[in-house]
């Protein structure tokens, strides 16, 4: 197992630190890291770029998560070994070394990890981030809300202690780093679908 370990979790972590964002965004002559909110993820692209590269970056980043999950799944029946495994990818993309240890609030790639180990939440924290997003018109919102609703779901559930206690600790990173737009919703100026970045 310890061998597995120390060849899934850097695996997983430089997979999801592959800036997908940042490289999309090159090939439209732009550092993503200075139009927009900064952020390397989906939303700040498709704000800044428009909806085909919001959605390659969505996608992309998405399948690091599966990915990833999907090797080491190939590997190890053992949840703890699995899901550190999708932790690692998470916390690539939020602290890529290819960027100086930045890079996106992980989002998309967190989704991409669900999909990895529970197809069947996953596709209803899909349902209800776009009921979010379609309600309230902030992408923001859904984001910080849904990983709390998975870690509910996992434990609910009954699904492996590992998942749950990992969903959680995401739940937390993920809020955490969507701290400028817990601000910005507090001072009613986070930008809704539709609007770009003062």
Do not use: C
Request: glycine share 10%; proline share 5%; charged share 15%.
């Amino acid at each position: 197992m310890v061998v597995m370990i120390n060849l899934l979790i850097p695996a997983g972590y430089l997979i999801g630190a592959i800036p997908f964002g940042y490289l999309i965004a090159k090939i439209w002559n732009v550092d993503i890291r200075r139009s927009g909110s900064g952020n390397i993820g989906a939303t700040n692209v498709f704000r800044s770029l428009g909806l085909f590269p919001g959605l390659m970056v969505f996608a992309l980043d998405l399948a690091k998560g599966t990915f990833a999950i999907y090797l080491a799944q190939q590997m190890t029946d053992l949840p703890w070994v699995i899901i550190l495994t999708g932790l690692a990818t998470i916390l690539g993309h939020m602290y890529s070394i290819f960027l100086k240890f930045k890079g996106g609030r992980g989002v998309s790639t967190s989704l991409g990890v669900l999909l990895g180990i529970a197809p069947d939440i996953f596709i209803g924290t899909l349902i209800f981030a776009a009921l979010v997003i379609f309600i309230t018109r902030y992408v923001s919102v859904a984001s910080m809300i849904t990983p709390i609703l998975v870690t509910v779901a996992f434990f609910t559930l009954k699904r492996p202690l590992p998942y749950t206690l990992t969903a959680g600790m995401v739940a937390i990173l993920i809020i955490i780093r969507h701290a400028s737009n817990l601000k910005r919703l507090l001072e009613k100026t986070e930008p809704r679908v539709g609007e770009k970045d003062a």
